[in-house]
Structures are given as structure tokens and as C-alpha cells.
DNA sequence: TTTCAACACGAAAACGTTTGCGCTAATGTT
DNA sequence: AACATTAGCGCAAACGTTTTCGTGTTGAAA
């Protein structure tokens, strides 16, 4: 088992100074060609590589960025980390993963572990826990000390920096209008709670898109579902307020949810009621995953382009890491959502 | 903007060394009371954290494994993260990723990339292409350095380390048996091609479930897709082959498809030609992911318990790299799968 | 022969830590 | 009063790099 080989052992090995060989290594024309080849012919036979740490040290840059996400099993984060990680190696980055778990103390003990040279910047997607508390004071801190931040999905306005959202309430309102213009009348929505940005936007095109129709949003059709956090039961609890909302509104034509699951069960509760998709009801997604292709019927979505998203964020912040001048003006990039159309609407 | 205070910042703000600085951060009896309580509270003013780079250097140690996987978006692969991410936090560890995307080439670039000194040890899952070129050149000479290596899912005898895998051979028999036992007659096998072990072993433990049976198996009833790296007509094809599986078999009351894709294919397959399930066939997958949970009929699988796999491996690692004593014993761990039962089964 | 570049190389500092050891002054022991 | 102990602190090395600035040797020009 032999160690990793040194600069100082190639010089002892090559009876030549420790600044020879890393110049040597380097091209470096201080050195006579002689030396260089000798050095450069050991190096490679004894497989040098320098050690990054000792770089990192060196330069006060890690070429790592750090990536903090509420859930990993999950595909729209999943796609997300593949763009970031796709950009930040062409690049010559590295990608280190940190779970939330949706939960506030989770975010900030693996941001300050981060945080301690470990990496050059943060790309993120906050948790729910910290935005219900709206406490952004380790973002500020960090942000503070000089290592920059992107925002991803989950973002919110008090914090100054870059992000990269979608356009959730412009797929909302091409999610609802496609849904008016195949003839729904009565559109229902399956959202969350407000503090979830993305919940709230999508909620807003929904209401917006009818206004531009000259309907009327009724109470009864907005269901904002109560998440409690990833218990088992939680499928049941959503599945029976799905029904309710159903049995309220007997001449349900259509559905818009905010995300994947939603619209699942949405197609559950209809099947169960013998409603026909899309005869009967029409459904719409949000979130390009893998349930709404392979469901039965496929599911018709606006997918937000995970891959993109994190293609972006990664750029923004390698950008910015790379900049010389220390002007800090934040971008705030959309990606466009694209109207998947599939089985579940006309 | 403030940059990260360091220990000789703190020193010359306080008018004492460096060492005394840090000793008495480090509550060392060498210091006195006083000066002790003054560099601490000084500390806690700045918020001084020590710069993990600078220790990882000193100690020849990062704290920080590395994972390299052939996919993120892929369900299985994300729970094992999951696992690993979950140890490895509450050991002390962080996590970074590397995707191969399949591919011998980034997996070797990936590999070397992080083991300059940018991790401990490895956790990772070999790519396809590694496996079909045979070429383990890079994990011999990154063990040879002294660097551990955990392998998971997809192993290869050749190479000497901890391994943690589930027990593809006895999950398929599990699988088969219940199909056997539900009163199948004819059962089909939809497969990988051979270099693929997990695919190999389930292949296997399909035949020796059908000997048990005193059932004689077919050619015929045996499927071994081959499959082109992610295109985009792949499902197409995969459809057309599964298509003549079920055209060449017209008593096919039964299906083992060693993944969940070939599963969702066969019951699409399935439906098309009429055939009601689970009455008329009855099909089984192997990978507990998101997609079986939600099929309608949702898909009865052999979960394989990836979050688990990932804990075990992480595990492994850390005692491996915490261990005095530098014996090397080497662990192959087995996690046992499980056969859920839901709707495709009777 | 002296002077001066050019050449080839080495010493040392720096990045931020930790730690063994040595030093000084004060205190305690005979 | 002479000596030993100890508390409290600083020096310096080490981890592995890169890079600036010397410095000694050579060969050629004067």
C-alpha cells in the first residue's frame, strides 16, 4: 500500500528541490529541460496528482459547491442536481450534497459545515420548516461572508441574491386556460398552504387564468391541502380530502394540482367515482416526473425542467465565483414551463 | 463584507500568539482562566469556526466521503444517498457526489478527481460500461493508495473490499415462487443481458424457483432486453420486444421483470392485448420505487430497501476508516429483500 | 582579466491549523 | 538564600502546494 506521492519525495527521490519539481511539473522555463523531463517522467511513473486540500488552502478556493436540498428522493431535486452537476464539472467543480430534510436546524447545521472552506458557494432550495419561520438570518451570514448564494424553486424575495425560478404562475394559468379551452366549466385546484411560494403562485394563475375567462373562482373548488410532513398516513388524509372536494363539487370537469402526487390521487378519487379521464374530468399536473408519464393515463403536466434549472443555477454561480470585479448585482433567472400534453385532457 | 476570522486575526486583535489563541479555544490547561475566557469570547463575537481545509490538511483526513453513482434520477439510487447522507451526518461526515452517468470514462474522471485528497473513502456503484469492459484498473489503484472503498448493488467479485448487496437471487425466487404459488403456469422473465450482475443473479433465481416447482423453463418465456443507454425511442423498443414475448407466449399468465420500467411495460403491454390484471396475468418487479406504489393496479415488487443499503455501506465505511488496527477484513453485507404485495398479484 | 547577463536552481513565505517543547517569572521548598 | 517546581505563554514544525526573490555558476562581451 503506497501512500500517495508528494512533491517533497519526488524532490528527496530526485535529490532536487521541492520548488524544482513543482516547477517542473509546471513547465515552468526556470527549469532546464533536462530536469523537467526527469522530473515530469517520475511524476508520471509514480502517478503524482497534487492534493487538492493543499491547493485549497493555498488559492482560499475549493472548486466545490455546495448543495443544499430539502429531499433527494425526489425527481424534480434529483433532475436539478444532475444540471448542476453536468455544468459544475465541465467546469472543473466539484458538487457536495447536504439534506435538509425539510426541517430548519438540518438547513443551518449543514450550511455551517459547508460553510468552513469547505466549499467556494451555496446553490439551494429552502426547506418548508424555514420558510413557515421566516427566519433568513444563515443565509444573511453567509451571504455576508463573502460566499455567494443561488436560489433555486424555493426562494424568497428578502434575501438578495441570484435565482432561478419557474414561472409558476405563467404554467398555472397555461395549465387552467388549457383547460378552459377544452371545455372545462368547472375547475377545481389541489394546491397548498400559501407559505410555499410556489404553492401560492400556482394558486394565483389558477385564479388569474379564470378571471381572463370570465369565470368565477368558487371556495369550494380550492382545496389547499394541509402537508404534514412525510407521515405514512399522509397519502390517506390527502386522498380523503381529495374525495371531499369531489362530493362537494358534483359537477367537477376539471382539475388542476400543483404537483405530482395531487394529481395522482386526483385520478384515484376519479377512477373510484367512475368518472371517465379525460371524457368525464380533465386533469393537470405540475412537475415533469416520472409518475405522470408512466401513469395510466399519462397525466398531461407543466414540467418545470429540473435539468435546466440547475444548468442555470450552477452557471450563475460559477460566474460569479469567477468574476474579478466585485460588483454584486443579482440575476433572477425563469426558466419557462412547458404544457406536457398527455392522455388525461382533451 | 467580512471574511471568516481567523485564529491569527484573533491573536493580533488580542495581542497574544496564535497558539495560545487556539489552545485556549480548545479549553487547554495550559492557559490561564482569564485569557481563556477572553479569546472565547472574542470567538463567539466573530462567530470563529476553524477552517475545515486547513484541518483536513493538518490531520491528512477530510471528513467527507465520496459517492459515485451511474444516476441520480432513479429512485433507488437517491434512497441509498439518503442512507448514506444519514449515517454519515451523524458520524461527523459529509457527502459528495459523483455521477458516471454510466459511462467507464467519467466514472475513471470522477474517481480521480476526488481522491487527491478530497475524501476518505468511496461509496459507489459501478457503471454499466465499467462492467461490460471489465477494466477495475481505477478502484485497484485507488485501494492500492490506501483509499477504502465500499462498493453496493452493482459489485464485481474481482475486486477486494467491503460490499453491500441485496440478495438478487433469493429476491427472485421470493418473486417467482409467489407467482408459482398464485397459480401461474407460464411464467415470463423480462431481464438485462448477462454483464449485468443484478440482472444475471435474478435470471438465476427465476430458473432455480421454476426447478423447485418441477417447472421446466422455456426459451421462449425468456426476455433479455437489450438496452440502448437512455435514448430517447428506448421505451419504444423495449415496448415492441415485451410485445413479442406476450405474441410468442398466448398462455403467458405470468411476469418477473427484474426492474420496475419493465414491469410498468409489461402491464401497458398488458392492457393492450386485453389481458386483465391480475386476473388473467399477474406481474411482479423488483425495486421498491415510486412508480410500482402508484401503478393502477399498483405493482406487487421486491423491494430492495435502498436507504438501507446506503446506512449499511456508510457504515462500513466509516468503521473502516475509524479502525485502528489496519486489518484487512473485508465485509460483504447481504440486505435482505422484501416481496410487497399489492394489486398485480393475486 | 573583469563585468554582466542569462541560466538553473533553492530558500522561504504563505494558506490556517494543532501541538510538543522551551522559556520566563513567580511561587514553593529546604 | 539557594534551588526546584509550576503556571502561562510563545516558537516552530508540520500538512502539500505555489511563487517570489535571491544566489551561484556559466559563458560571452569588453
Given at each position: 500500500?503506497?501512500?500517495?506521492?508528494?512533491?517533497?519525495?519526488?524532490?528527496?527521490?530526485?535529490?532536487?528541490?521541492?520548488?524544482?519539481?513543482?516547477?517542473?511539473?509546471?513547465?515552468?522555463?526556470?527549469?532546464?529541460?533536462?530536469?523537467?523531463?526527469?522530473?515530469?517522467?517520475?511524476?508520471?511513473?509514480?502517478?503524482?496528482?497534487?492534493?487538492?486540500?493543499?491547493?485549497?488552502?493555498?488559492?482560499?478556493?475549493?472548486?466545490?459547491?455546495?448543495?443544499?436540498?430539502?429531499?433527494?428522493?425526489?425527481?424534480?431535486?434529483?433532475?436539478?442536481?444532475?444540471?448542476?452537476?453536468?455544468?459544475?464539472?465541465?467546469?472543473?467543480?466539484n458538487?457536495?450534497?447536504?439534506?435538509?430534510?425539510?426541517?430548519?436546524?438540518?438547513?443551518?447545521?449543514?450550511?455551517?459545515?459547508?460553510?468552513?472552506?469547505?466549499?467556494?458557494?451555496?446553490?439551494?432550495?429552502?426547506s418548508?420548516?424555514?420558510l413557515?419561520?421566516?427566519?433568513?438570518?444563515?443565509?444573511?451570514?453567509?451571504?455576508?461572508?463573502?460566499?455567494?448564494?443561488?436560489?433555486f424553486?424555493?426562494?424568497?424575495?428578502?434575501?438578495?441574491?441570484?435565482?432561478?425560478?419557474?414561472?409558476?404562475?405563467?404554467?398555472?394559468?397555461?395549465?387552467?386556460?388549457?383547460?378552459?379551452?377544452?371545455?372545462?366549466?368547472?375547475?377545481?385546484?389541489?394546491t397548498?398552504?400559501?407559505?410555499?411560494?410556489?404553492?401560492?403562485?400556482?394558486?394565483?394563475?389558477?385564479?388569474?387564468a379564470?378571471?381572463?375567462?370570465?369565470?368565477?373562482?368558487?371556495?369550494?373548488?380550492i382545496?389547499?391541502?394541509?402537508?404534514?410532513?412525510?407521515?405514512?398516513d399522509?397519502?390517506?388524509?390527502?386522498?380523503?380530502?381529495?374525495?371531499?372536494?369531489?362530493?362537494?363539487?358534483?359537477?367537477?370537469?376539471g382539475?388542476?394540482?400543483?404537483?405530482?402526487?395531487?394529481?395522482?390521487?386526483?385520478?384515484?378519487v376519479?377512477?373510484?367515482?367512475?368518472?371517465?379521464?379525460?371524457?368525464?374530468?380533465q386533469?393537470?399536473?405540475?412537475?415533469?416526473?416520472?409518475?405522470s408519464k408512466?401513469?395510466?393515463?399519462?397525466?398531461?403536466?407543466?414540467?418545470?425542467?429540473?435539468?435546466?434549472?440547475?444548468?442555470k443555477?450552477?452557471?450563475?454561480?460559477?460566474?460569479n465565483?469567477?468574476?474579478?470585479?466585485?460588483?454584486?448585482?443579482?440575476?433572477?433567472?425563469?426558466?419557462?414551463?412547458?404544457?406536457?400534453?398527455r392522455?388525461?385532457?382533451?
Amino acid at each position: 500500500m503506497k501512500r500517495k506521492v508528494t512533491l517533497k519525495q519526488i524532490a528527496k527521490e530526485l535529490d532536487v528541490s521541492i520548488s524544482t519539481v513543482s516547477k517542473a511539473l509546471r513547465n515552468s522555463k526556470e527549469i532546464s529541460e533536462d530536469t523537467r523531463q526527469k522530473v515530469q517522467a517520475f511524476a508520471k511513473l509514480y502517478n503524482y496528482r497534487p492534493n487538492n486540500i493543499a491547493l485549497s488552502l493555498k488559492n482560499r478556493k475549493t472548486k466545490t459547491i455546495g448543495i443544499i436540498i430539502p429531499e433527494i428522493v425526489h425527481h424534480f431535486f434529483s433532475k436539478v442536481i444532475r444540471g448542476i452537476e453536468l455544468v459544475a464539472n465541465k467546469r472543473g467543480y466539484n458538487v457536495i450534497v447536504g439534506l435538509s430534510n425539510e426541517s430548519f436546524d438540518k438547513e443551518v447545521i449543514n450550511m455551517e459545515m459547508l460553510a468552513n472552506g469547505s466549499i467556494d458557494g451555496f446553490i439551494l432550495s429552502i426547506s418548508k420548516e424555514t420558510l413557515q419561520q421566516q427566519d433568513y438570518h444563515h443565509f444573511i451570514e453567509t451571504i455576508n461572508q463573502g460566499m455567494p448564494i443561488v436560489m433555486f424553486d424555493r426562494v424568497v424575495d428578502a434575501i438578495n441574491c441570484d435565482k432561478v425560478i419557474v414561472d409558476d404562475l405563467e404554467g398555472a394559468k397555461k395549465a387552467v386556460s388549457k383547460l378552459i379551452s377544452s371545455g372545462c366549466e368547472n375547475i377545481g385546484i389541489i394546491t397548498t398552504r400559501d407559505y410555499v411560494s410556489v404553492g401560492k403562485l400556482r394558486t394565483q394563475g389558477y385564479l388569474e387564468a379564470l378571471e381572463e375567462h370570465k369565470m368565477n373562482p368558487k371556495a369550494s373548488l380550492i382545496l389547499k391541502v394541509v402537508d404534514q410532513l412525510l407521515s405514512e398516513d399522509h397519502l390517506d388524509s390527502l386522498e380523503k380530502e381529495v374525495e371531499s372536494l369531489f362530493k362537494r363539487n358534483k359537477n367537477l370537469d376539471g382539475i388542476f394540482a400543483v404537483n405530482e402526487l395531487y394529481a395522482l390521487t386526483a385520478m384515484k378519487v376519479a377512477r373510484k367515482m367512475h368518472l371517465r379521464i379525460p371524457e368525464d374530468i380533465q386533469i393537470i399536473g405540475f412537475t415533469d416526473g416520472v409518475l405522470s408519464k408512466h401513469a395510466v393515463p399519462s397525466l398531461t403536466t407543466v414540467s418545470q425542467h429540473g435539468q435546466k434549472i440547475g444548468e442555470k443555477a450552477a452557471e450563475l454561480l460559477i460566474n460569479n465565483l469567477e468574476r474579478e470585479d466585485e460588483e454584486d448585482v443579482y440575476e433572477t433567472v425563469i426558466i419557462e414551463t412547458e404544457l406536457i400534453e398527455r392522455e388525461s385532457t382533451k
